[in-house]
């Protein structure tokens, strides 16, 4: 891994337990690198599995029925990510590393204002206060074009 990659994935093979015997395997060895300060798309058919990469790189994957191949591996900032424990995992989740969903209507909570929403994740990774965090989620919406962010994000 260079100075100039912040994420290599090699051989990443995921697969989903179906029953107590039989595994079907989603990612069949996928290897890629994503340098520092650039965009990187997975591209590919329905079904051949970019979420699961997705979610397998976040830690996001259901212990209980995904299993990673212990020959994979998931390195961001020179850390293989897999080795990590769930504390570590969190602490880097959120802050350094982190995922736009495909589906943002599923991730957001309609129960929650969008402020709430946005403000909790800056509270719980950023260490912000209250204020601070409404002041950023503010700064935020506003960023990404959201007419009146003062008022839509009690919204």
Avoid: W, Y
Wanted: proline share 4%; glycine share 6%.
């Amino acid at each position: 891994m260079t100075e100039q990659t912040l994420l290599q994935v090699r051989d990443l093979r995921v697969s989903f337990r179906t029953d107590k015997t039989h595994m079907v395997e989603a990612v069949k060895g996928i290897s890629f690198d994503v340098p520092r300060n650039s965009t990187v798309a997975l591209v590919g058919e329905s079904g051949s599995g970019k979420s699961v990469s997705s979610l397998a790189v976040m830690g996001l994957l259901s212990a209980d029925s995904a299993v990673i191949d212990p020959t994979s591996r998931i390195e961001f900032e020179g850390r293989n990510l897999l080795e990590l424990s769930l504390v570590e995992r969190r602490k880097l989740c959120g802050k350094e590393i982190s995922m736009i969903f495909q589906e943002p209507m599923t991730s957001l909570n309609p129960v929650f204002t969008v402020g709430f929403q946005i403000a909790e994740v800056l509270q719980l990774h950023m260490g912000m206060n209250a204020k601070q965090a409404r002041a950023r989620a503010i700064a935020l919406l506003e960023e990404v074009g959201i007419p009146d962010p003062e008022v839509r994000i009690d919204a």
